[in-house]
C-alpha cells in the first residue's frame, strides 16, 4: 500500500467526532503496575485513524510512572494507521502549572499547552501558537468532571468528553475513553491536531492514579 502523507489529516477534516480510547492493560488489573499510556484513535465508524503511545520502555521510565506518577516528565507520540508519526507531545517535570508542546509530525512546533491557575474546582488550560498568542482555551468546571469544553474566542469549537468505561476497568485500572467532537468547521487541519493532541494531555494530569 501506497504511503498517503495527507490521510491522517484529511481524515481529520472529515470527521466530526473522533474516539480515543485507551488500550486495556491486564497488567495494572492483576498487579496495580502501571504500564505506558497507549491511545486507539478511532473515527465514527470505528475506522482506524492511528494510534498514540507514550514513549519511555526502559526500566526508569517504568520507575518514573509508578513513583512519580502526573509529576513524571512526559512523551507521546501519535502515529497514522501506517505506522507514520502523525503527532508528538512534550512536559518537563513541573511541580505547578504544567506545560506541554505539541508537534506535527517530529519536530514542527504547532502550539504550547499552558495550564492556568484556577481555584479547585476549575481545571483551565491555554492553548498558545509559537508566537505565545492564545489560540484556544479549555475551562472545565468540576462540576462537569468528565466534560471539558474548548472555545476561541468564547465560542465553543470543540469539546472533549470522557467515556464511562466499564466498572472493572474504572475501578482497578487507569484505562480511560474519550471522545473529542468538533463544533466549528472552519477548524484547519492543523486545528483539529492540536485538539486531538490535548486529550491525552487532559488524561495524563487529571486521571493518572
Not at 509530525?105 to 491557575?117: I, S, T
Request: proline share 3%; hydrophobic share 40%.
Amino acid at each position: 500500500m501506497a504511503y498517503d502523507p495527507g490521510e491522517f489529516s484529511r481524515h481529520l477534516l472529515e470527521s466530526e467526532v473522533v474516539y480515543i480510547k485507551q488500550r486495556r492493560e491486564l497488567t495494572e488489573l492483576v498487579t496495580g503496575w502501571e504500564t505506558r499510556n497507549r491511545f486507539r484513535l478511532l473515527l465514527a465508524d470505528d475506522k482506524e485513524l492511528g494510534t498514540c503511545a507514550e514513549q519511555g520502555r526502559s526500566l526508569a521510565g517504568a520507575l518514573s510512572r509508578n513513583f512519580w506518577q502526573r509529576y513524571r516528565p512526559f512523551e507521546m507520540v501519535g502515529y497514522d494507521r501506517l505506522g507514520y508519526h502523525a503527532f508528538r507531545i512534550t512536559s518537563p517535570v513541573q511541580w505547578w502549572h504544567r506545560r506541554a508542546t505539541i508537534y506535527a509530525g517530529r519536530d514542527r512546533v504547532l502550539a504550547h499547552v499552558q495550564q492556568q491557575w484556577g481555584w479547585l474546582w476549575r481545571r483551565k488550560f491555554q492553548i498558545c501558537d509559537r508566537a505565545g498568542q492564545v489560540r484556544f482555551e479549555l475551562d472545565s468546571p468540576i462540576w462537569r468532571y468528565w466534560t471539558f469544553p474548548i472555545t476561541r474566542q468564547g465560542r465553543t469549537v470543540a469539546v472533549v468528553q470522557r467515556l464511562w468505561s466499564g466498572a472493572l476497568q474504572e475501578l482497578f485500572t487507569d484505562a480511560d475513553n474519550y471522545s473529542l467532537r468538533f463544533g466549528d468547521r472552519r477548524l484547519g487541519a492543523d486545528d483539529r491536531l492540536i485538539l486531538l493532541a490535548v486529550v491525552p494531555v487532559v488524561d495524563f494530569l487529571y486521571f493518572e492514579r
